[in-house]
């Protein structure tokens, strides 16, 4: 069973930053698309960035300036660095690999709060 592995979730004031990782198998990690997804309370999941295995990424129109998706080959990790952190960032943040007509796994999620 594939498992994704999230951490780096937790509360931060506002301004702050967090790293959130994500560990994947290496078959997964070398062939498919790895993103980050959020779900706010009330709200639908979005995407906010991802990263193909050669490295291009995407970013929402919110998180562009703020975050960085990047790739840590060696560890098969995903990593998202989220600065300048704002209350409407507050969401649980999942991991997700993405391959076309192929399954994508997700993974358990973590928290993020922005809070003063």
């Known amino acids: 069973q594939v498992q994704l592995v999230e951490s780096g979730g937790g509360l931060v004031q506002p301004g702050g930053s967090l790293r959130l990782s994500c560990a994947a198998p290496?078959?997964?990690?070398?062939?498919?698309?790895m993103c980050w997804y959020r779900q706010a309370p009330g709200k639908q999941r979005e995407l906010v960035a991802s990263?193909?295995?050669?490295?291009?990424?995407i970013y929402v129109d919110s998180a562009k300036g703020r975050f960085t998706i990047s790739r840590d080959d060696a560890k098969n990790t995903v990593l998202l660095q989220m600065n300048s952190l704002k209350p409407e960032d507050t969401a649980v943040y999942y991991c997700?690999?993405?391959?076309?007509?192929?399954?994508?796994?997700w993974g358990q999620g973590t928290q993020v709060t922005v809070s003063s």
């Open positions: 997700n690999a993405a391959r076309r007509s192929f399954r994508n796994y």
């Open positions: 290496a078959s997964i990690f070398s062939t498919y698309i």
């Open positions: 990263i193909t295995s050669d490295g291009i990424t």
